[in-house]
C-alpha cells in the first residue's frame, strides 16, 4: 500500500508539471508567429493602408514586450499569467481597432471571434 501511495504522488507531481508545461506552451503559442507575420495577415484580410501598417506594427512590438514581460513575470502562477495575456490581448484588439476604419472593425472583430473560437477548440482537445 505505501509503495501505491508513493506511485500515486509521483504520478501527481507529473501530471500537474505537465499541465504546467501546458499552460507555457499555450501562452509561447500567441508569440510564435512573428510581428512581421501577423502584419502580413492582417495588410491582406484588413487591407490596411501604410499608415495604419506603421501604427498596427508598433502596436503589434509594443504587445510582444509586454507578453514577455507578463509571461515571465507569472510563471509559477499559470491562473495569472492567462488572466495577464487575455488582458493584454483585449487591449492591443482595442489599440488597432482604433487605427481601423468601421468596415475593417467588422473583419477583425470577426477574425477576434475565429480566434477565440480556435483556442476553445484547443482547450476542449487539451482536456481529453
Known sequence: MFINI??????????????????SAAQAQLQRMPVEEQIKILKNKLKLSAGQTKKITTILEDQREEMTTAINDNRSDSQAMHTAVQEITIK???????VLSEEQVKVYDKMIQ???AQASRRMKRSKY
Request: no cysteine; aromatic share 0%; proline share 0%.
Open 114 to 116: 475565429d480566434r477565440q
Open 92 to 98: 492591443t484588439d482595442n489599440k488597432i481597432k482604433e
Open 6 to 23: 508513493k506511485r500515486m504522488t509521483a504520478a501527481l507531481v507529473l501530471l500537474l508539471g505537465a499541465l504546467m508545461l501546458l499552460s
